[in-house]
């Protein structure tokens, strides 16, 4: 079978088996058989297993979620800063769980202590982006009085990493309600975190 874009099916073919066997377990022979081509043929496009886990990781840094998240329907909360942050919440859980994010999130977490070559992945690589966007908005919000004045980081931090946990809490459920129940978490987590953050009247 030959594809319009085989190195593109290379990448993708490489990630589904890099985020369930692990860098180590998975084979170029493996990914060529994938893509419906010789092994040999995978080095017209690659010189090795090495430069295809690199240019994955690459092009996952290279995006911003930001036209994904920051909709104008969303933006349109703002007026509402409690409701906007329930919403903006729903929307990065809904990225997150996009087959090729949920790929690529079980993929630091099997090799976040592990380096090939000289890269070390994180769970960084997944928040970089989403950190930005976060700052933005929390550094808007002290602008316009409506929370705290309190540090963009730390207000960051506090409001992304329990979104990610309950993210990897149930990126494994199978489930037809599992996102029910990531919302449910990330409804609690925004009640809790509004409350600490937001200017009393």
């Known amino acids: ?66 036209k994904d998240i920051l909709t104008d329907k969303l933006l349109d909360d703002l007026s509402d800063p409690k409701k906007f942050l329930f919403n903006f919440s729903k929307r990065i859980i809904e990225k997150w769980n996009e087959p090729e994010e949920r790929k690529f999130i079980r993929l630091v977490l099997m090799e976040q202590f592990i380096k090939v070559g000289s890269v070390e992945l994180s769970i960084t690589e997944i928040l970089s982006g989403f950190r930005s966007m976060c700052k933005m908005i929390f550094s808007e919000m002290i602008k316009a009085g409506v929370i705290k004045k309190l540090s963009p980081e730390l207000l960051t931090e506090e409001f992304l990493t329990p979104l990610l946990s309950f993210r990897i809490e149930f990126l494994s459920d199978e489930t037809t309600d599992y996102l029910d129940n990531a919302y449910d978490a990330a409804a609690k987590h925004v009640e809790f975190f509004w409350n600490a953050i937001k200017v009393q009247l």
Request: hydrophobic share 35%.
């Open 1 to 66: 079978m030959k594809y319009p874009n085989t190195k593109k099916v290379i990448l993708e073919k490489s990630l589904d088996f890099f985020s369930k066997h692990g860098y180590a377990g998975a084979s170029i022979r493996q990914i060529a058989k994938a893509v419906g081509i010789r092994e040999s043929a995978i080095y017209n496009h690659f010189k090795s297993k090495e430069e295809i886990f690199f240019e994955i990781i690459s092009e996952y840094k290279s995006k911003d979620p930001v």
